[in-house]
């Protein structure tokens, strides 16, 4: 049962549309919401479809384990960077576990990974991190999956290994935390940037200024619940049915029609990740689980 403190369902969307981001048990884990009830708040509201995103083994298995059971749900996995750190000598054994989820059908991208260096300083956890990094990357491409990119603090490393390594066709850099000039450095390469709650921080400027200057077929946006909740109600716990405020504030921003720019999202969502099928089918059918990248702008 959810906690009574969780913020009330802001208006519906006039067009279904994508959370590009979200962590389904972290969400319930922080606000007592079920993946269950997480996702049919989101649908009530126009959130129509999801990627559920695994941060270490564990999680992963849970994410694979929804996108079977939740109609309108997709799964990335990963360890992330700041648990990538922490393995030490564990760590080439956890990415021999999560590479056993790829193949499932529910899986449609490999993240979020990267490297986070606000809270990883050490050269050794460092390292770890860019191992990590290589061996996501090194999976996605094998299995022909999305990359989904964490970077904090690190915007030129992960550029520089992305292009060493060689990056997948299709890459959205989660949670987009750079100016326009990485923004322009990202659209260079052909990636998708994903903007969650935090472009409507008054103090966030910059960050909007990339989103002024991202085209509208690279434009994807993200919870991360429960993280980053948006205003007006920065603070609270997030879930992907808040997603309706920031998509508002964007489409405000641009000065675009709400439902276009619902659809647009949407349509980007499936260039990136496949195609998810009608929400309305049973879980595990084969238009909600077909593999590879739609027929978008990917």
């Known amino acids: 049962m959810s906690r009574p403190d969780l913020p009330p369902s802001p208006e519906p969307l006039p067009a279904p549309t994508t959370d590009a981001h979200t962590h389904l048990t972290s969400t319930r884990e922080y606000s007592g919401l079920s993946p269950a009830d997480a996702v049919a708040r989101a649908r009530a509201v126009g959130v129509t479809r999801l990627v559920d995103v695994g941060t270490d083994v564990a999680s992963s298995a849970q994410a694979v384990g929804l996108a079977r059971e939740l109609p309108g749900v997709v799964a990335a996995i990963a360890i992330h960077p700041n648990d990538a750190a922490r393995l030490g000598e564990r760590l080439d054994d956890d990415l021999d576990r999560l590479a056993g989820y790829a193949t499932d059908t529910g899986v449609r ?73 990485f923004a322009r450095r990202c659209l260079d390469r052909g990636f998708w940037l994903s903007f969650p709650g935090t472009v409507t921080f008054k103090p966030n400027e910059p960050l909007r200024e990339a989103f002024d200057l991202t085209p509208a077929d690279r434009l994807l946006v993200e919870t991360d619940a429960p993280y980053l909740t948006p205003v007006p109600l920065r603070g609270k716990p997030n879930a992907s049915y808040l997603m309706p405020l920031t998509v508002r504030f964007l489409a405000e921003r641009r000065g675009v029609d709400l439902a276009a720019l619902c659809t647009r999202l949407a349509d980007n969502a499936t260039a990136v990740f496949g195609q998810w099928g009608d929400p309305d089918e049973p879980a595990g059918s084969v238009a909600t689980t077909t593999r590879g990248h739609g027929e978008g702008d990917g």
């Open 109 to 181: 991208a490999v993240g979020e990974t990267g490297l986070d260096y606000f809270r990883t300083r050490d050269a050794v956890g460092q390292a770890l991190q860019r191992h990590a990094f290589a061996a996501h990357i090194a999976l996605a491409r094998q299995h022909d999956l999305a990359l989904v990119i964490h970077d904090r603090d690190a915007h030129d490393d992960i550029l520089d290994v992305l292009d060493a390594e060689g990056a997948p066709d299709r890459v959205m850099m989660h949670c987009f935390s750079g100016d326009a000039g």
